[in-house]
């Protein structure tokens, strides 16, 4: 434990819940939640959605929270602390897996943040106007499918985050502070607008009344499980190193499920925005990154104040994909901070700087990020949420875990919370990471 660990925690209760928010509102909310829904039964897909979001809100998220708070460190010393709980001669092994879940957050960022310099090429698009006189199909191809074209936008996402990292806690929270509340206020504008929109009301329907029948079907259901896991940030990483930074009397399952609520919430405001208008346009809403590329930028050509619109969505974009990626940086650069004591934060900072940039290059072309971002997701993103999962509930010490979670709880949780964990939310993780694995070698 280093000596300025207070100086690491988090300040207050709400700038914690905004920062872990921030990390779990990306684009798995903007346009993964509406794509998802749109495409697994609408309703049905939401009802699914809420059964899991309680489930890992509840037992999963907290747990990661509780861990990280114990280890009082990131993914790798985290991971030594569990298994050392099991026996002390374990803590090397629980050392050596955490580089695994370690290994998707500094994947995913890697990718994520060539999806984020595209959003900040739409957004300058649309501040100089040129994104409301261009074919947007056109114009997307030619950004991202060629070379180094988005270098520029690339350079400043990636320096700008890091520089919100500077601080450790200090400065996540407080760029959180500003950038949340304006990310949930930008989609309100933009869910009032859209409601306006001829046609909309067949959007409504299709998100608020299910068909029942949908909720025979399987894939909604697994569709509905992964969408939780991926929106509540639950990778066996990212969660940890922020309860890492959380006051000792705090409520872990309490911030969990308040997280979770507003990660919800940010999910449905995200969705009253796009699947509404999708209907009223009789657009694909299971588009994928086209949505906010070429779908969006045909309803905002159309309507009046569209260039003002596109300002509003994309600045939303950009905080909700910086927050995100924030939580991935802070994953990776808290463990090797942990790993190798005598490296400088401004030292790892340059270092992710360095890779991230570098390796960012050679995946700007769409047909190149797409093909990384897919392995990361079916493979090394299940493979250490699972692999977390399993660490909390089966290898770490049961009284362990459970007197962490209660510190600070009004009422601390009864048996029935590990017993949850061991046995649903577990299955569930081992259940999504084998349908991924199959259904990537079936097609």
Not at 235 to 243: A, K, L, P
Not at 298 to 314: E, K, S
Not at 386 to 415: C, H, N, Q, Y
Request: proline residues 4%; contains cysteine.
């Amino acid at each position: 434990m280093r000596g300025d660990e207070k100086k690491r925690r988090f300040s207050s209760r709400w700038g914690f819940v905004l920062s872990a928010v921030g990390s779990a509102v990306g684009m798995a909310n903007v346009w993964g939640f509406p794509a998802k829904m749109g495409s697994n039964g609408g309703g049905a897909f939401l009802i699914a959605y809420l059964v899991f979001v309680v489930l890992f809100g509840t037992v999963g998220l907290s747990a990661e929270y509780a861990v990280g708070r114990r280890a009082r460190t990131g993914t790798l010393g985290a991971y030594e602390m569990a298994w050392s709980s099991r026996r002390r001669g374990l803590g090397k092994t629980g050392g050596l897996l955490g580089w695994l879940p370690l290994a998707g957050s500094m994947c995913i960022a890697l990718g994520y943040a060539v999806i984020i310099a595209y959003v900040l090429k739409a957004l300058t698009s649309s501040l100089t106007g040129a994104l409301m006189t261009v074919e947007p199909a056109a114009w997307f191809e030619g950004f991202s499918t060629a070379d180094y074209s988005v270098v520029p936008f690339h350079v400043a996402v990636v320096v700008g985050t890091l520089l919100t990292l500077l601080l450790g806690a200090k400065s996540i929270e407080k760029s959180n502070k500003i950038m949340m509340p304006l990310f949930f206020l930008i989609f309100v504008v933009l869910a009032v607008r859209v409601a306006f929109l001829p046609g909309a009301a067949a959007g409504y329907r299709y998100m608020f009344f299910p068909r029942w029948e949908e909720l025979l079907d399987p894939m909604v259901w697994i569709w509905a499980m992964g969408q939780a896991f991926f929106s509540l940030s639950i990778t066996g990483s990212g969660m940890i190193v922020y309860g890492a930074y959380l006051d000792s009397a705090e409520d872990v399952v309490k911030l969990a499920k308040r997280t979770a609520l507003f990660d919800t919430i940010a999910a449905l405001v995200a969705a009253l925005v796009m699947i509404p208008a999708c209907f009223a346009y009789g657009l694909d809403i299971g588009a994928g990154p086209s949505l906010l590329f070429v779908t969006l930028p045909r309803i905002l050509q159309d309507i009046p104040l569209g260039r003002l619109f596109a300002v509003i969505l994309y600045v939303a974009m950009i905080f909700a994909g910086v927050s995100s990626l924030q939580n991935m940086f802070e994953a990776v650069g808290e463990s090797l901070l942990h790993k190798f004591p005598r490296l400088s934060r401004r030292a790892m900072l340059v270092l992710l700087c360095v890779v991230c940039l570098g390796f960012g290059l050679h995946m700007e072309p769409i047909f190149k990020w797409g093909p990384w971002m897919d392995i990361v997701s079916i493979y090394i993103i299940p493979i250490g949420a699972t692999l977390g999962a399993v660490s909390w509930f089966w290898i770490m010490g049961r009284e362990d875990l459970m007197d962490e979670v209660s510190k600070g709880a009004g009422k601390a949780p009864g048996a029935w919370w590990h017993k949850v964990g061991r046995y649903v939310y577990v299955p569930c993780a081992v259940i999504l990471c084998l349908v991924a694995l199959c259904m990537k070698v079936a097609f």
